[in-house]
């Protein structure tokens, strides 16, 4: 008998211990129901109507839903109408989120959502439905603002993006393929991510599920605040795949206050093409770690020519603001005030020196083979054929007095470094290539085992690459 008392006490006493232990757990988790419950309100869901011509379907494999479900508007949202080869006029349809501002009908959402627009049907989560007026668009932010005849709505508090830490938990609510006021969360996996076509974003990435109709609506803190704006997810498929990316409310409110008081955005504009530093580049520039915004071009007439910025300088801080990615840089000069003076930090010829540049405003409007083998000429170490570049061709590339063609790239440092045939070689270890009687001239004095930079000019722009001079043999 004791010894059944003894192991009936042990197991009481374990199943204590993991009751307690699951409410410790559920007690840690976070609120999404109560977060849900007051935000949900304030979350609308958009629809656009376009008038466009029907057309032939384009392409085959187009994935087919039912008429009449949240999926066929998805799929004619991305694929455009199906069927109409008459020529006739038919509504296109849109949809997605976006989220109160003011109490009285301001809304933000996606520029995408509503652009092209004829009309933009806003509904609330009281089933309440108003014509909204378009107050202003912005592509390269993707936001947007709008306005409902509305009194009295709840509009969301706006939170601060700079205080979210990776790891942190997020919520977002929107209208993923049209079904309403969906709630889906997860962690923040990123902060300040670059987009290839979106520069002037420092986008929040996380790893909520956002799928087509969810962009435009609000991403949450867990204190039921708007951190970010759900716009883009990286997709193989169409659909949601772990990788989505929110604009920091900072910015969209930026972006919105501009919007309403003027009409359009103002962007500050520094007047260069940049590029990530690499390893390799490091070494070549006598840096101990790769760091900062190389220069790859200095645009006429632009703010960084007139302060005196070169090709080959190293922007390695912005008014203070370490710059540890050439990312980091268009978002800082694209959100500063046109007009300020800002204090650049920048290394060059490996000693650093402090450039003051006068912002401006940002203007509206701002062929590649394989390596192939081949065998080494003994007068070029590394690998390459070039020739002199025709007057059509300066023209073509908008080269003026500079620069060799690359005609052939044999196996060796110059394909191992990316340098492609095609590519216009501009300088070699900081020295401008005028001719290949010049080319064939830095080339020779390169010290063996070096890594030196190359400027190259190619029809996408000018990118700097690091080329590890081979050792002299035998």
Do not use: C
Not at 147 to 172: F, H, M, Y
């Amino acid at each position: 008998m004791p010894m059944i008392r003894k192991r009936a006490f042990l197991t009481a006493t374990l199943l204590m211990f993991l009751a307690g232990s699951n409410l410790v757990n559920a007690a840690e988790l976070p609120d999404f129901a109560t977060l849900a419950d007051n935000a949900g309100p304030s979350v609308v869901n958009i629809s656009t109507k376009q008038e466009r011509k029907r057309g032939p379907m384009r392409g085959r494999g187009i994935p087919q839903a039912p008429p009449g479900t949240p999926l066929d508007d998805f799929f004619q949202h991305f694929f455009g109408e199906q069927g109409g080869r008459d020529g006739s006029i038919a509504p296109a349809r849109s949809l997605g989120s976006g989220f109160i501002i003011s109490a009285d009908g301001y809304l933000l959402t996606n520029h995408h959502v509503v652009a092209d627009a004829d009309e933009i049907i806003v509904r609330l989560s009281d089933r309440r439905e108003f014509v909204a007026e378009l107050i202003g668009s912005d592509a390269r932010s993707d936001i947007a603002v709008l306005k409902i005849d509305a009194k009295n709505l709840k509009a969301l508090k706006i939170g601060n993006p700079s205080d979210l830490r990776v790891g942190e938990w997020v919520a977002a609510i929107g209208s993923p393929f049209g079904f309403e006021h969906s709630v889906t969360a997860g962690i923040v996996s990123a902060k300040g991510r670059s987009l290839p076509s979106d520069s002037y974003v420092p986008f929040i990435q996380t790893d909520v599920a956002i799928n087509p109709g969810n962009s435009g609506g609000p991403l949450f803190n867990m204190d039921g605040e708007v951190v970010g704006v759900n716009s883009q997810i990286y997709s193989g498929t169409g659909g949601f795949m772990g990788l989505s990316f929110a604009i920091p409310i900072d910015v969209a409110m930026r972006v919105s206050n501009q919007l309403r008081d003027k009409g359009f955005v103002v962007r500050g504009w520094l007047g260069v093409l940049i590029q990530d530093v690499t390893r390799g580049l490091a070494e070549s520039f006598g840096m101990d770690q790769p760091r900062g915004a190389l220069v790859a071009k200095v645009l006429p007439d632009s703010p960084a020519e007139k302060a005196g910025l070169q090709v080959g300088d190293i922007v390695v801080s912005y008014d203070g603001e370490e710059i540890i990615y050439s990312a980091d840089l268009p978002p800082l000069v694209g959100g500063g005030d046109v007009g300020h003076k800002a204090r650049l930090s920048v290394l060059r010829g490996g000693k650093e020196q402090v450039i003051r540049v006068t912002i401006e405003e940002l203007p509206e409007d701002h062929g590649n083979a394989a390596p192939i083998k081949t065998k080494q000429k003994n007068d070029d170490r590394l690998g390459l054929i070039v020739a002199e570049l025709s007057a059509a061709q300066r023209d073509s590339m908008e080269i003026d007095d500079v620069g060799v063609l690359v005609q052939q790239v044999a196996e060796g440092a110059a394909a191992e470094a990316g340098i492609r045939r095609g590519d216009v070689i501009v300088s070699v270890d900081n020295q401008s290539t005028s001719s290949v009687k010049a080319f064939r001239k830095h080339v020779a004095a390169l010290k063996p085992g070096a890594v030196v930079p190359v400027l190259i000019q190619r029809r996408q722009g000018p990118v700097f690459l690091a080329i590890r001079v081979p050792e002299a043999s035998g």
